[in-house]
């Protein structure tokens, strides 16, 4: 998928008419997720949402892992490896790029031993035989195959769940009462902007983040700049720069997950010296560029500041 459809963010006739495929969804998901899942023998946390595309997944599991590692844990990190073409459970390696694991696991990888593959048990079983003692889940929460320990419901706080409802009349993957009945907790990255939380049981945890950028993006205040990004919503990119003072004289989104053509590189680089503009992207952009052209680019990165640390920190202790 390149671009969510402009009816997922609100009711209309075609997502009311589109609502019987959603049913029929609906009941094939609960089916899939009630069989048992293998039970590893170590702490199983998976960062998982109700909608399709980014809600800061990724986001939240370099942030446990990084809280993990400072625990003295050996954390092994889980995903699927969108993207990439190699076939699983493999352990991501330094040689490996975009192409064969996927940008987010590249990405994961630098902080903690990663693993790729659609089976998140036979990637669960790898971890724990290389020495992982606690696995963690980077998407997942509608996969069976690995029993949860915690699941964390993470929510985008600028689109919620959209219209609220099921594929393909909606974004949800299943139902936002089905996703949550088996969370231990939410994790709201942003402010609610789309009532989102009212759709939760009052009984459900909820933690609160904000995306904070790198340090680096001071240093864009009053410069020209071309920001490029392929990511879920790359608004979420963009506005942040503009916040910061960088003026932006374009800026373009590609598709998630989108791999760079050597004739769209030049684009970017012939119109950044036209409009003498630096090119800035993100690190999960950053990893699918040439290294060559990589030097060429500014990437501002991003983490999660909490409301209340101790509260997550606290979710980890209790393993």
């Keep these: 998928m390149t671009r969510a459809p402009a009816f997922w963010s609100r009711d209309t006739a075609l997502s009311r008419l589109l609502a019987p495929l959603s049913a029929v969804g609906t009941a094939l998901t609960a089916r899939r997720v009630a069989r048992p899942g293998w039970r590893a023998p170590v702490p199983v946390i998976c960062c998982g949402n109700a909608t399709v595309g980014g809600a800061g997944k990724t986001t939240l599991v370099l942030d446990l892992a990084q809280r993990l590692r400072r625990r003295g844990l050996d954390v092994h990190i889980l995903l699927r490896g969108y993207?990439?073409?190699?076939?699983?459970?493999?352990?991501?390696?330094?040689?490996?790029?975009?192409a064969m694991v996927g940008d987010e696991a590249l990405l994961l990888a630098a902080v903690a031993p990663t693993w790729t593959g659609a089976d998140r048990a036979?990637?669960?079983?790898?971890?724990?035989?290389?020495?992982?003692?606690?696995?963690?889940?980077?998407?997942?929460?509608?996969?069976p195959t690995l029993a949860k320990s915690v699941s964390l419901l993470v929510?985008?706080?600028?689109?919620?769940?959209?219209?609220?409802?099921?594929?393909?009349?909606?974004?949800l993957r299943e139902p936002v009462a089905a996703a949550a009945a088996r969370s231990h907790a939410a994790i709201l990255i942003g402010p609610d902007a789309t009532g989102a939380l009212a759709r939760l049981p009052p009984s459900l945890p909820v933690l609160r983040a904000s995306l904070v950028q790198d340090r680096a993006i001071a240093g864009l205040a009053g410069r020209r700049v071309l920001a490029f990004a392929g990511i879920a919503r790359p608004e979420k990119f963009f506005?942040?720069?503009?916040?910061?003072?960088?003026?932006?004289?374009e800026a373009r989104p590609f598709p998630d997950h989108h791999p760079f053509a050597a004739a769209e590189l030049d684009a970017l680089t012939r119109d950044a010296d036209r409009q003498d503009a630096r090119l800035v992207t993100t690190p999960k952009d950053a990893v699918r560029l040439p290294s060559a052209f990589r030097s060429r680019v500014t990437v501002i990165g991003v983490g999660l500041a909490w409301d209340d640390?101790?509260?997550?920190?606290a979710i980890l202790g209790r393993l």
Excluded: H, K
């Design 309 to 313: 640390a101790a509260a997550i920190e």
């Design 155 to 171: 929510i985008d706080g600028a689109s919620g769940f959209g219209n609220g409802r099921v594929l393909p009349a909606g974004p």
């Design 122 to 143: 036979a990637s669960a079983r790898a971890a724990v035989a290389a020495g992982a003692q606690v696995l963690l889940m980077d998407d997942g929460l509608q996969n």
């Design 239 to 249: 506005a942040p720069l503009r916040a910061a003072g960088a003026i932006l004289v």
């Design 83 to 98: 993207g990439g073409g190699a076939r699983g459970p493999r352990r991501v390696q330094p040689t490996d790029n975009a």
